[in-house]
């Protein structure tokens, strides 16, 4: 089974600060890794994903995260924040035998101007 | 482009009341899920189909059931709607060859309010 832990609920940064999302997974497989991102009012679109290639993933706006075995972890980051960037992140895990994801309880990321 | 479309975006209902929510997927995947999401607790998987005519629970179907008889789309019926089932609810599509480069794609969701 697997499982996924978000540390904080909420994280506010100013614009042109880094930004850090903490994701922590457990699962009794090598995992498959997401994060996806929620504007308001609209559904999940997929930022990233590690599917069992290099570790440190790049995906869309500026965003990368890497997967670290030793600490079961896979922590998103931005090196600088836009406005732009606020909305609430999912960190969801998969079995790569297996369809389903489980996800996170989200972050939501504030941006201070 | 692929697009996963909800039949509503805002719904108000009454307890007790027999429940419907589309979803039409337009990328041909084999896969769709529906999801609930509750402030604090993520999404978690209601119901999923990997074909036609097929469905498995997920981990909170209680109170739902679902339909798939054509490959596009997949429904949520909420049998009885009762007020804890008030939520944002989310459809996702995916494809067993796209998957591990695509992960599943969401529709934008239907919030669903049960007085």
């Known amino acids: 089974a697997q499982s996924v832990t978000q540390l904080g609920s909420h994280v506010s940064v100013s614009e042109g600060a880094l930004v850090l999302l903490r994701c922590n997974y457990s699962s009794s497989v090598p995992p498959y890794l997401f994060w996806y991102v929620q504007y308001p009012n609209q559904g999940l679109q997929l930022l990233l994903k590690?599917?069992?290639?290099?570790?440190l993933v790049k995906g869309i706006n500026g965003f990368e995260a890497e997967f670290k075995k030793s600490e079961t972890s896979f922590h998103l980051t931005k090196p600088s924040a836009h406005m732009s960037d606020a909305a609430e992140y999912f960190c969801?895990?998969?079995?790569?035998?297996?369809?389903?994801?489980?996800f996170g309880a989200g972050t939501t990321v504030t941006v201070r101007a | 482009d692929v697009k996963v479309t909800q039949s509503s975006r805002y719904l108000v209902k009454r307890t007790g009341e027999k429940v419907f929510l589309e979803c039409v997927q337009d990328?041909?995947?084999?896969?769709m899920f529906w999801y609930r999401q509750d402030p604090g607790l993520g999404l978690r998987l209601i119901y999923f189909s990997y074909d036609v005519k097929m469905k498995e629970k997920g981990d909170i179907p209680e109170g739902y059931s679902v339909s798939r008889e054509k490959k596009e789309r997949f429904s949520l019926i909420l049998e009885s709607a009762s007020t804890n089932q008030t939520s944002m609810y989310l459809c996702a599509s995916s494809s067993p060859s796209y998957r591990d480069r695509f992960g599943q794609f969401f529709g934008p969701g239907t919030r669903l309010t049960v007085l």
């Open positions: 590690y599917t069992s290639a290099a570790t």
């Open positions: 969801a895990v998969s079995d790569p035998n297996d369809y389903k994801l489980s």
């Open positions: 990328m041909d995947h084999e896969n």
